[in-house]
């Protein structure tokens, strides 16, 4: 059953032809998709993912403080800044664990968080990924049958968190998941997505290349 879920999973967005930026050794992905702690765990779980930061990007402020972005007021969305190895796992690829790990029906929140800080977008570098990135939506919106509020916008500058939120999931187990499970993420993903979501495995990604 879980082998069916993946392959439902992977049929989901059409993959596009490979990329000049797919021969290069590494590439840089950016996606906001609600707290950062839990896409920069999402991220770490696939095979090609070289590094994740968790950090501020699409807004005005410069430098801007966690206390800044959270007030709401700076424009920055929370996000994670993934470098990767496109001989590993490609872009498209990426755009798909990013797609099964957020709630793309809603504007300007995720899950229990509100505010435009936690809004859903696809931050892209390069015309190449953003031409991936709208027709990722697209079929996105096709397969749900909803608008699709998960913003798709050139890429800015990026400012990195605060060392304390740097693989949070790792250096405090316990309250990320007390946060993740309290907050209803799986629950409502699962809701949206089905099976596939919670049967996917993104470790397994490169398995299908």
């Not at 300007?108 to 190449?128: K, L, V």
């Not at 405090?172 to 998941?177: E, I, T, V, W």
């Amino acid at each position: 059953m879980k082998k069916l879920f993946y392959a439902a999973m992977l049929a989901l967005l059409p993959l596009a032809t490979t990329s000049a930026q797919d021969n290069s050794a590494t590439a840089k992905a950016t996606f906001a998709g609600g707290c950062f702690w839990c896409v920069e765990a999402d991220f770490d779980k696939v095979d090609g993912v070289l590094s994740t930061t968790s950090g501020y990007t699409g807004g005005d402020t410069l430098n801007p403080s966690y206390r800044d972005v959270v007030s709401g007021r700076t424009g920055h969305a929370e996000a994670v800044e993934v470098v990767y190895d496109p001989s590993k796992v490609s872009y498209e690829e990426l755009l798909q664990v990013f797609w099964l790990n957020i709630d793309p029906t809603v504007a300007n929140r995720q899950f229990c968080d509100s505010g435009s800080q936690y809004r859903t977008a696809i931050y892209t570098h390069g015309p190449q990924q953003f031409a991936q990135a709208s027709a990722s939506a697209a079929g996105v919106r096709e397969r749900l049958g909803e608008e699709v509020f998960t913003e798709i916008e050139a890429a800015e500058r990026f400012y990195p968190a605060e060392d304390y939120h740097q693989d949070y999931y790792k250096k405090n187990p316990l309250r990320y998941r007390s946060y993740r499970t309290g907050c209803g993420r799986d629950r409502r993903l699962k809701k949206i997505w089905g099976g596939a979501s919670e049967a996917f495995d993104p470790a397994r990604l490169s398995q299908t290349r």
